[in-house]
């Protein structure tokens, strides 16, 4: 079944039509009794992150499709408020709640069952951020991503690019950012390996929050002055910290979850970001709206569904290197292309085991880490 999703979300996304066109195959008084709400997790739809990549694949497909469309920020990060703003939005007639990240775990716990009637869509959120009992309701579907295989494509292009001297700041230790990291380390410890570089090393460390602040930026300034050249910067508005000592000194970054170059170079300086490893999140919107539309959604309902590659083509993946990667002769696209086909093939494979320790992936490069900076 999970081939099959796959698939499917693999198609819809190759055949982009399907949401802009209109072609559903449904009358209109049928989309016209599909009502979405976006909830924000804690963040705004202006975070060029996860909650502005749902909002905007919301929107459009709300707008191509006919539907009512309207998004709800809690006005604090709780699961109460939470809560409170996907029971508004039904209160308000809404229908199919869309929700973006980990976040939000708690909160479907408490509303999912109470509204069997109401299709709710999480991206993110996996079993892990559920209670260990928690049965997966029917009219429930989560998308969760192999962000192991994104991490690594960006630890092989950081190195292959010419970059030996690393850093990988996560926000917090939850499972995805773990595995965004440990994907990091073995696709840097790949490309070192096959280059026969033996001064590759890279500094780890978790700032224990989802957003820069002072102390942040300054562990960071150490890290730069100290000779780090790229930092992969993965955890939501944490990026910040990296960007402003990155500023200081013609230091790089790399971005997470979308394409993250346009703030980062527009904010921070022209060329800063070297790449953004990404998740389909607009892609899952799409194809899981148009799911509902067309009234399949109970074929995915109850479900909780790991997406990654489907592809030889990059573009059609779930997890991917920004199409603002700074190719060179080092790592150029076709160079990716070709990673992207062997990964594919299963001629690579990353390990997604977050039992272990960053530094149990490197055999050839050197792995200082520092644990928490908060």
């Not at 039904?90 to 909160?107: S, T």
């Not at 994104?150 to 595995?179: E, H, I, N, W």
């Amino acid at each position: 079944m999970k081939k099959t999703i796959a698939l499917l979300l693999a198609l819809v996304l190759a055949l982009g039509c399907l949401t802009s066109c209109g072609g559903n195959g449904q009358s209109d008084n049928q989309a016209a009794d599909v009502r979405v709400a976006m909830i924000t997790d804690y963040g705004d739809i202006t975070d060029q992150s996860f909650n502005q990549t749902t909002y905007e694949a919301c929107k459009a497909f709300s707008e191509a499709n006919g539907l009512d469309f309207s998004y709800f920020k809690p006005v604090s990060d709780s699961d109460e408020d939470r809560v409170s703003m996907i029971e508004s939005a039904i209160d308000q007639g809404y229908n199919v709640v869309v929700m973006p990240g980990y976040a939000f775990g708690k909160a479907i716990e408490t509303t999912a069952s109470e509204y069997p009637d109401i299709t709710f869509i999480a991206l993110d959120v996996s079993a892990g951020d559920f209670s260990a009992d928690y049965v997966i309701p029917s009219n429930l579907y989560s998308a969760v991503y192999q962000e192991e295989l994104c991490g690594y494509m960006a630890g092989v292009a950081a190195v292959k690019l010419g970059y030996t001297k690393l850093g990988f700041l996560g926000g917090m230790a939850v499972p995805a950012v773990q595995r965004y990291g440990y994907g990091f380390v073995q696709g840097a410890n790949a490309a070192a390996e096959e280059l026969g570089l033996t001064d590759v090393s890279l500094k780890y460390a978790y700032g224990n929050q989802f957003y820069g602040d002072a102390d942040i930026t300054a562990a960071m300034d150490a890290w730069y002055a100290d000779g780090t050249e790229v930092v992969f910067a993965c955890g939501g508005g944490i990026f910040t910290s990296a960007a402003e000592a990155a500023a200081k000194v013609g230091g790089k970054v790399i971005g997470v979850d979308v394409d993250q170059a346009g703030i980062i170079d527009g904010s921070y300086g022209e060329g800063m970001t070297v790449t953004s490893a990404m998740k389909g999140l607009a892609a899952t919107v799409n194809t899981m709206l148009q799911v509902v539309v067309d009234g399949k959604f109970d074929q995915y309902g109850g479900q909780i569904d790991t997406l990654g590659l489907v592809s030889d083509v990059p573009a059609e993946n779930y997890v991917q290197l920004a199409g603002s990667t700074q190719f060179a002769d080092g790592f150029t696209e076709a160079d990716y292309n070709d990673l992207v086909k062997a990964m594919n093939a299963g001629e690579i494979t990353v390990s997604n085991d977050i039992t272990l320790s960053a530094s149990d992936f490197a055999t050839v490069i050197t792995v200082d880490d520092q644990g928490n900076i908060k």
